[in-house]
């Protein structure tokens, strides 16, 4: 079954701290892993794309990894802000599409930055 | 350029009753998907749309759920004689193709839906 996990379910931290966020996965066939970030009243918005040969890609403090031969991805938060604070989610997009148009989601991870 | 735009964006509603909830995507998109998250809860997919047919049904939750859309643009997701546990954020979300040819995907605000 195609899942998406997500570790940890919420994080507190201080504001100017960094921060790594997980995803593993279980998709296949695999076409490509994308990270959003989802302010409280809004919707994701997407902050990186990653294809099968990327192992690395960087959005300005944000960089995520990818490893596909264990199924994991990571979200590093460089120097963290308080707007950073929101829920992460990883997605997994599937070759075939099946009854989710391609899509599956992890639950996200709740970020909370202190200052 | 305008974005994915959902209306209303809160919607009170009591038990029973009808609600038809809108998404109007990006223009031009042709893939269009809705979406519904609960309280504390991840995303859960209810229906995607390429052009106006909708390949798959089975993941809306009951037949009390329905969608439509028309014209390759606009799309109405209507539930009928509503629950509470309907009550969640329903999220539309568009992209130029469907997600497996790695499109981007839009979302919009969302439709807060609270059944009392």
């Known amino acids: 079954k195609n899942q998406v996990e997500q570790s940890p379910q919420s994080l507190i931290i201080l504001e100017g701290k960094n921060c790594t966020l997980q995803c593993n996965y279980t998709v296949s066939p695999f076409s490509n892993l994308r990270w959003y970030k989802q302010d409280t009243g809004r919707g994701p918005v997407s902050l990186t794309i990653m294809t099968f040969s990327e192992n690395t890609k960087s959005n300005g403090r944000y960089t995520a990894t990818l490893d596909a031969d264990t199924k994991q991805s990571s979200l590093h938060i460089t120097a963290s802000q308080l707007s950073d604070s929101a829920s992460y989610i990883c997605v997994v997009i599937c070759v075939y599409g099946g009854s989710q148009g391609n899509l599956i989601f992890g639950k996200g991870t709740k970020l909370s930055v202190k200052p | 350029g305008a974005g994915v735009s959902q209306s209303p964006s809160n919607k009170v509603t009591e038990k029973g009753k009808d609600v038809e909830l809108r998404c109007d995507p990006i223009?031009?998109?042709?893939?269009l998907y809705w979406y519904r998250q609960s309280l504390g809860q991840g995303l859960e997919f209810l229906i995607y749309f390429q052009g106006n047919s909708a390949p798959d049904k089975s993941g809306l939750p009951s037949d009390r759920f329905s969608a439509e859309r028309t014209g390759g643009s606009v799309s109405t997701l209507t539930i009928q004689r509503t629950q509470q546990e309907d009550s969640a954020v329903y999220l539309c979300?568009?992209?130029?193709?469907?997600?497996?040819?790695?499109?981007?995907?839009?979302f919009g605000p969302g439709t807060r839906l609270t059944v009392t």
């Open positions: 223009s031009g998109h042709t893939a």
């Open positions: 979300a568009s992209s130029l193709e469907l997600a497996r040819v790695s499109p981007e995907q839009y």
